[in-house]
């Protein structure tokens, strides 16, 4: 993953994600394949322990259920 900060979005993209938060396109299976994966990444990333700030550098990421 690249640490390089992303440009800022033009106004036309801004528009452009206005336009689709006012207007969401049509929820098709792909788009609710996408939606479940999401959760799914999410249910996973809450149910893990990161290290805490003594142990940075360190790469140990481990769950919380045994």
Excluded at 39 to 57: H, I, Q, T, Y
């Amino acid at each position: 993953m690249s640490m390089e900060p992303t440009p800022p979005l033009s106004l036309e993209g801004w528009l452009e994600i206005i336009e689709e938060i006012e207007n969401p396109p049509p929820m098709t299976q792909e788009r609710r394949a996408t939606f479940e994966r999401m959760r799914a990444r999410r249910a996973l990333l809450d149910d893990m322990e990161f290290p805490d700030d003594e142990a940075v550098g360190s790469t140990a990421v481990t769950s919380k259920h045994p």
